[in-house]
């Protein structure tokens, strides 16, 4: 064992032995890697009789490939008398033992079924290796603990499941075991106990095992296994380092620990740090943070290999370069600190690693110039920089690295030319510097000696063009490239001749470059998987019919000026041909190209129906023909494609309804706005459980909003249905879709009040982020980011790659009534909001102001009173607002945002506000108000005054009227009291006669009852 205290003097006497002890790592190494072999040649020296194979072994082989599924063939050797000549089968020389099976997949033809215990009459066998195939997730038979001379088990990325068996604990002899799991069906253990067995033990590897029940006594487990040589713990759920000090620790010969994307989170115990005879060392992904240890880390001096990445170390991790360079025999090939938040100025003591090939430095926080100690890495193979804050061009002494053969600038500040002296690289196979700011002229002189150059990636952000190239027609390039990528920055008018030369690339990208020309025949003539061309200004037609070397072949030559009809093109997997000038119908055949995965002929000139045999691309994932003059009817037949996850046939002329084969579980994306469908939202539509994204706008649908695009379509991201001439209330059901960020139900007959539930949308209620590096995708694939056309700030605006993080609620045009739900204010997010053109009433809520998201509010031609909220300033991103039309009253505010709306047409028709940016001035009109209060008041005063008048005179007038007559005549008096008496009489005899009926009637009921 290996204590604290001595590791300096085994570091000293280590620093006697420079020749010994790396002899020794070397043969431990060389041991490890021809292990398989030992295991093959058991007895493999005794080759005198080459006896063929037992019968009884012989049978139970049959019987094992009785129970496998071999749907490829693989083991149709397996007949005959002699099994030791059998595909995957090895015997013994001398006995005829089977000592050997090895079915381990190395194409695509998987084995899997039902493991026969048959194998136990393999007595001798030493090697088994069943890996890369498929189990199904069937559990690793327990019987495979019981071959008492198994050496190798190999059961990786078979996709076995379920509890692996304490029983392999019996395997004393086992020398190599790898169960690396992943995949469907995850595999566990309840505790580690069983490897205390394994005693023999030199290679493990549970990766993707879920180990979290044994978190806190795996290192003890492990710590029973005195020859361990390499152990692979990867992705194993495991939470627990133990902070042993070194005495408990017993891998005295480990040279490799991969504890990789584990969550620890926590530091690193030092003990780690005293294991001399370590080599390789992966800990990324770990949750592991800082500080490190201030432990004496001269131990880690044969270490080859150090993989902290993607970590929280912190600003730490630059005194751990420096005290990890004091190695004076450093051995340290590959170091990787990527992703860790390491903040600082890079150290000059990263020169002191004289033997690095691979340094890895990106996505942390290294400001300031590149250190002048690194151009002293002479056998630097790749540099990674990516993602930092390093300012300056690259330093002329980057040539000096004469050894360098990747090196990777991408993604950092850095400006000013490319030196010259890169040209100076000789043993440079891949150079990337995409993502700078780069200016000036990149030319001949920079390629000049760089004959092993394989990869060039010059990848800028369209923002900056301020590159040019710059090199002679007639150039012909010292390399032979395999890859070339170039975007963004000014190439030449004509297409690039010097590509002619290279022979063997396989990916080509040469987008938005400033090529304007046609497209030169002998490119069709290069072997490429890659070709990507786009956003130029090629012209011309091209080949009709072109037949590529079967594979993934991808196609970009959209946003371009080339014409003609549409091609045929096999062997393509994605096919961009949009915006360009292609015209004519779309060809009845198409469903021959049976490789497409992606086409996208959007934004040209096609006309005609879509042919029915799209329905035979079984393959297809997404299909975009928006922006055409398609006509017809949608074809009927989507049942066969169930890999198809977009369709978008948006802005053309199709008619008639949604067909009921559209829906699949598959389907993200239905977007068929702007054409002339019609009839109600069909019921098929149910089945579109999966959708992100539903746009049928400006159709011709009628009926109301279905309740289950609420309750069925829980994924619902993006719906439109403005545009149509739909009725009812809008669905409280709506607001049950957590990730809806995009409403627009606008410019139809709804009716009904604004659900207050809306405020309960979740989407808007939280920041959504944007993958700004979304251009860089290979190949296009999943390039379909969604698209749609929104009104945003008063105008329609067409939204894509940035659609995910539009938050907008449009409701305009309709006939809703009632008030502005206060709800709603519950939306932070919200980016726009249209109620206009309603029957809405009441105040604008007052707690607007919450609604900091806010960019466009309209509210106009409504009927909405009482003041604007002097809240409303507080909304400091809002710069479109239209209050016109509606009842609203009062001084308009004047601070922040308000002070920059100076267009009195968004308060114009409120006859009862005041102040700039209107004509109106507050104080005249609280002076009018006053002298109208006034006059209303004189007013009141007489008319009060006439009315009491009216009543002293009205009495005694109408007393002498009446009564005056009666005390006058006397007939008319007689007259009157007649015509009391005679009234009181008939009230009585209406009165007896209807209670005597009364009585009769309860008589009779109670005789009846």
Known sequence: MVSIQNCATL???????????????????????FLMVEALTINSNDIDLNKACIEEERKALLEFRHGLKDPSGRLSSWVGADCCKWTGVDCNNRTGNVVKVDLRDRGFFL?????SGSLLDLKHLTYLDLSLNDFQGIPIPNFLGSFERLRYLNLSNAAFGGMIPPHLGNLSQLRYLDLFGGGDYPMRVSNLNWLSGLSSLKYLDLGYVDLSKTTTNWMRAVNMLPFLLELHLSVCELSHFPHYSNPFVNLTSVLVIDLSYNNFNTTL????????????????????KGPIPHVNLRCLCNLVTLDLSHNSIGGEGIEFLSRLSACTNNSLEELNLGGNQVSGQLPDSLGLFKNLKSLDLSYNSFVGP???????????????????SISGPIPTWIGNLLRMKRLGMSFNLMNGTIPESIGQLRELTELYLDWNSWEGVISE??????????????????????LRFHVRPEWIPPFSLLYIRISNCYVSPKFPNWLRTQKRLNTIVLKNVGISDTIPEWLWKLDFSWLDISKNQLYGKLPNSLSFSPGAVVVDLSFNRLVGRFPLWFNVIELFLGNNLFSGPIPLNIGELSSLEILDISGNLLNGSI???ISKLKDLNEIDLSNNHLSGKIPKNWNDLHHLDTIDLSKNKLSGGIPSSMCTISLFNLILGDNNLSGKLSQSLQNCTELHSLDLGNNRFSGEIPKWIGEKMSSLRQLRLRGNMLTGDIPEQLCGLSYLHILDLALNNLSGSIPQCLGNLTALRSVTLLNIESDDNIGGRGSYSGRMELVVKGQYMEFDSILPIVNLIDLSSNNIWGEIPEEITNLPTLGTLNLSQNQLIGKIPERIEAMQGLETLDLSCNRLLGSIPPSMSSLTLLNHLNLSHNLLSGPLPTTNQFSTFNNSSIYEANLGLCGPPLSTNCSTLNDQDHKDEEKDEDEDEWDLSWFFISMGLGFPVGFWVVCGSLALKQSWRQANFRFIDETRDRLYVFTAVNVARLKRKMETDGVHG
């Open 370 to 388: 590149f250190p002048n100690s690194i151009q002293h890495l002479t056998n630097l193979e790749s540099l990674y920089l990516s993602k930092n």
């Open 269 to 288: 115990p030092g003990w780690l740090f005293n294991v001399s005879t370590l080599t390789d060392l992966y800990l990324n992904g770990g949750t592991i």
């Open 611 to 613: 042919p029915s045999s």
């Open 11 to 33: 570091h000293s006497s280590m620093a006697s032995r420079k020749t010994t002890v790396p002899l020794l790592i070397l043969l431990i190494s060389l041991f490890l890697k």
């Open 445 to 466: 002189i920079h390629f000049s000696n760089l004959t092993k150059l394989e990869y060039f990636s010059l990848h800028l952000s369209p923002k900056n063009q301020s």
């Open 111 to 115: 084995l899997g079924g039902e493991i």
